[in-house]
C-alpha cells in the first residue's frame, strides 16, 4: 500500500477517461486484494467472534476509511500529490469488488 503515496509522475498515463485511468484500476486492484485478503483473515480467527460473525462489514469499513485516510495524507502531507476523490471512488470500487470475490470463492 506504500505505493499509494508515490508522486503522481511516477504512474504511467492514459488518456482515456479519468475514472478508466491505469491509475484507477490500480486502486481498485490493491483494494479489492486488501479486502478479500482481510475477510478471509478475520473469518478464519476465533479470538474475536463478532469481528468473525462481521467480518464483510468491518473488512469494507477499514479498507475504505484506510483509502480515505490515505487520500487526505496525501492531500495535506504528501508534496506534489493532491487528494483525489476518483481516487477514493476506485478504492471503495475495489472494496466492493474484493467482497465480490470473496462471496464468489466461498459461495456466501
Known sequence: MITTLLPSSSMPSLSIWELFSFDSFAHAFLFAVLTYLMIVGLKKQYTYPKLQ???????????SMFGVCIELIQH??????QGDIIDVLSNTIGCL????????IYQQ
Open 53 to 63: 460473525y462481521y467480518a464483510i462489514r468491518t473488512a469494507f469499513f477499514v479498507s
Open 97 to 104: 469488488l474484493g467482497i465480490l470475490l470473496f462471496r464468489w
Open 76 to 81: 495535506y502531507f504528501i508534496p506534489g500529490r
